[in-house]
């Protein structure tokens, strides 16, 4: 997996824990007493207990925290662990960049004792979210290529339990739909390189629609029609958990 070894540099500026979504993690992940963080980029949400982290880019292992547990570069296809390694394996928001999903998620099943935790996102929800559908729907082709459908994830697991994760408004985690209150940042191309949706598109795919969001935010026809939203304290985007008991 070579994504992160161009858009990830600055990762670790944009893309900070929100405490909300660690919590519902935590308490996913249960009485785990060791866990292994497959696909763990800068860290984040690597609960205490995590004894290794797997990822694959040295640009990301870069920017690890130095208190964080010891990252070894490799790929969740092939997991360089013996059976029955830790209590429970987490892969957050990484599915979707494996080149093989069926031998990653063997993977999870062989290394974990009691349970696997993933979070990923639902496209069928997902691709109605405001910035893809009114102004980047050409980001929302790009994620049907690339989106896991939540049945075939559940089936690969053998069943999990699939619980909704409703964004907060003031989310400190940058990812796809973290902003949804907050449309000027879509603006920000420090945010964008944090979000592998909008960081995988060139600029000429994706300045028409962030120039008629700017537009909209200047006249406030943003506001007008997304009134809804704008007293909500959370929203439901498509995010998910699944948690498979072993």
């Known amino acids: 997996m070579t994504t992160y070894e161009g858009i990830g540099a600055t990762y670790s500026c944009t893309r900070r824990p929100d405490p909300r979504i660690a919590a519902r993690i935590q308490a996913a992940l249960g009485d785990a007493t060791s866990v292994i963080n497959v696909g763990a980029g800068t860290g984040s949400y690597e609960p205490p207990q995590t004894s290794v982290a797997i990822e694959p880019s040295p640009v990301m292992i870069a920017q690890r925290p130095p208190e964080a547990a010891p990252a070894v570069q490799a790929s969740a296809e092939s997991l360089p662990l013996r059976t029955d390694s830790a209590d429970a394996v987490m892969a957050l928001l990484t599915v979707h960049h494996w080149t093989d999903l069926e031998a990653g998620i063997r993977e999870l099943l062989r290394v974990a004792r009691q349970r696997v935790v993933i979070f990923t996102w639902d496209q069928n929800v ?14 929302a082709a790009f994620d049907e290529g690339r989106a896991v459908a939540i049945d075939r994830l559940a089936a690969l697991l053998g069943g999990a339990r699939i619980e909704t994760v409703s964004i907060p408004h003031d989310c400190t985690d940058g990812f796809g739909a973290a902003f949804w209150r907050r449309p000027q940042a879509y603006l920000d191309p420090r945010v964008r390189a944090g979000m592998s949706m909008l960081a995988q598109n060139n600029e000429e795919v994706l300045r028409p629609g962030l120039d008629r969001l700017a537009a909209d935010l200047s006249s406030g026809a943003w506001h007008e029609r997304h009134a809804d939203l704008l007293d909500r304290e959370t929203h439901e985007a498509g995010y998910r958990l699944l948690v498979a008991d072993l």
């Open 126 to 139: 997902f691709r109605r979210f405001w910035l893809l559908d009114e102004y980047l729907p050409e980001v």
